[in-house]
């Protein structure tokens, strides 16, 4: 009966998504009031990007306005005494925050290790048990990439910029993290030139940025209603990802 109960708790955090440190029981009775921090930009991250400043401007864009609606959403499942949006600057709190980045063997982000002085100011002044702190940060990654036609491949380190998410106590315990394997794409920032290599004879393949231009209208696609705020369906997917994965709903 243990092992079946044991094995019920890693079917349900592995369908969900992430990794929770604690058994989710054992989050659920920690975490009643939840902190939303804004999605914040890490501005220190890696953008190998010429036009590096630009995208960092297209990015903190991109992120505005996603925290109330992570909010909107994990209020809608009702599985949380409440939750609520921290309503601190975001810049300041990305300076503050995202420090100590953390890497594994393949360059995927493994998230931040903030100082637990301020979680638990923050955690303090807002009433709340724990923070959720989702991020964009570039990275530069091992991977492999196809051509459009899927014949050809190529296994090398992109800069990307990707997105992880944690919940951390006050205490500054990581409750429940989704980075590493876990971590998502948002946004490619270079693409192998498949075409160039095969027009000039040559197995060497050569890796370009994709231009500011583009990188916009992916990330910041034109929206059909004037009031809806701008998202990519990479930025959508990740955030309903983690709004799922941290759903108590699943407890039950």
């Known amino acids: ?11 349900i955090t592995g369908c969900s998504g992430g990794v929770y ?11 009643k009031t939840l902190g939303v921090l804004p999605v914040l930009v890490d501005g220190r991250s890696t953008i190998q990007h010429p036009e590096g400043a630009a995208i960092l401007d297209l990015l903190r864009r991109a992120a ?22 921290i309503r601190e600057p975001s810049r300041l709190l990305s300076e503050q925050l995202l420090v100590k980045a953390e890497f594994d063997e393949l360059g995927q982000p493994r998230g931040y290790r903030p100082d637990p002085q301020l979680l638990a100011e923050l955690c ?5 048990d724990g923070l959720l702190l989702i991020s964009f940060q570039a990275a530069v990654h091992n991977e492999k990439r196809w051509s459009r036609n899927t014949f050809e491949t190529l296994i090398t380190d992109y800069n990307d910029i990707m997105a992880t998410a944690s919940v951390v106590a006050a205490d500054g315990r990581v409750l429940w993290e989704m980075n590493g394997a876990d971590a998502a794409t948002i946004l490619r920032l270079q693409y192998p030139d498949f075409d160039e290599a095969y027009f000039n004879k ?26 809806e705020t701008p998202q990519s369906p990479q930025v959508r ?3 309903d990802k983690v709004v799922a994965a941290l759903s108590p709903s699943l407890f039950r």
């Open 1 to 11: 009966m243990r092992f079946l109960v044991l094995f019920l708790v890693v079917l």
């Open 21 to 31: 440190k604690i058994p989710p029981e054992e989050y659920q009775q920690q975490v």
């Open 64 to 85: 505005a306005g996603q925290g109330e609606s992570v909010v909107e959403k994990m209020r809608n499942r009702k599985g949380y005494f409440d939750v609520r949006l």
């Open 124 to 128: 303090r002044d807002s009433v709340v």
């Open 202 to 227: 040559t197995d060497a393949v050569k890796l370009k940025f994709i231009s500011l231009s583009g990188l916009e209208k992916t990330l910041l696609p034109v929206s059909d209603k004037a009031k």
């Open 237 to 239: 997917e990740w955030l």
